[in-house]
């Protein structure tokens, strides 16, 4: 086991929510990772999507009344490679919470006495968590995969079972590259031309050394792909096997009956404030 994980110990004790980034759909299998998840020791499981849906409000509002470039911040890589590489541009960082620090308020608010460990495909994650100090560990794909197989777990359970709450499906697709910017409602706030969805280190350099003056909005991730193209991501299948399965669980997930009190209702995150 990595280093960083010697001090957990499965099956856990105490109170703690599992929060999924919706690109866990790449390793595991829905509904059964949530089965895996509760016998691992959690007492909640949620999926970041309603979190995502809460930062898109935000988003919306702020591309309503900017004329000038605006750059997505939901991927730390692409924060920090601009602060880094092109700090002329910082100024442009639309400052709002990533959908992980947008969800960990809302379960901070929902679950207070619960610790928030985030599975996540990316290790940039691990150091926005740090900053933030609301989540208590963050342990990417590679080291859940090794957790299930060190712990032998294996589930039988026909079981129906959901996400315990804030379930939302269109924001499912934000794991793939222009996620956000399809699912921002951004129709009559910026053209489509004015919208640019770029993945890869290289690509976002080469955009911001010769930008286009009429794009409004960047909306990128430093993974080729996106968030399913991570460096955390086990499987080893080419990108566009990857980004089927993710439509495929937003089709699935639209079709499922959730039971209100699970869904991810906006009077949910009353008072919670998500600008950084």
């Known amino acids: 086991m990595k280093k960083e994980m010697n001090s957990l110990n499965f099956p856990l004790r105490g109170k703690y929510v599992a929060m ?22 959690f007492d909640k499981v949620v999926e970041l999507t309603f979190g995502a849906k809460m930062i898109n409000r935000d988003y919306h509002k702020i591309l309503s009344n900017s004329k000038e470039l605006k750059i997505a911040t939901v991927c730390p890589g692409v924060v920090e490679l601009i602060k880094n590489k092109a700090p002329q541009y910082s100024k442009n ?6 959908p992980m620090i947008a969800m960990a308020k809302i379960c901070k608010k929902v679950y207070p006495k619960h610790k928030i ?28 995969k090794e957790i299930i197989e060190k712990k032998k777990i294996k589930i039988d359970s026909k079981e129906k079972i ?17 996620g956000l910017s399809k699912t921002a409602h951004l129709k009559g706030v910026v053209k489509k031309k004015e919208v640019e969805s770029i993945d890869g280190v290289s690509n976002i350099i080469k955009f911001l050394e010769k930008p286009n003056k009429r794009i409004k909005f960047l909306d990128c991730n430093f993974c080729i792909g996106g968030c399913i193209g991570g460096p955390c991501i086990n499987s080893k299948e080419k990108l566009r096997k990857k980004k089927r399965k993710v439509i495929k669980y937003l089709n699935q997930s639209k079709k499922e009956d959730i039971p209100e009190t699970r869904k991810g209702l906006i009077r949910k995150a009353e008072g919670i404030t998500f600008k950084k």
Do not use: R
């Open 117 to 144: 460990i985030f599975f996540s495909p990316c290790h940039y994650k691990k150091d926005e968590s740090k900053k933030s100090k609301m989540i208590f560990k963050v342990i990417d794909y590679k080291e859940l």
């Open 20 to 41: 999924l980034a919706p690109s866990f759909i790449v390793d595991f299998s829905y509904p059964e990772i949530i089965h895996i998840l509760k016998k691992l020791g």
């Open 162 to 178: 959901h996400f315990d709450k804030f379930y939302n499906d269109y924001t499912k697709i934000y794991p793939v590259t222009g």
């Open 93 to 98: 960082l639309i400052q709002v919470d990533s």
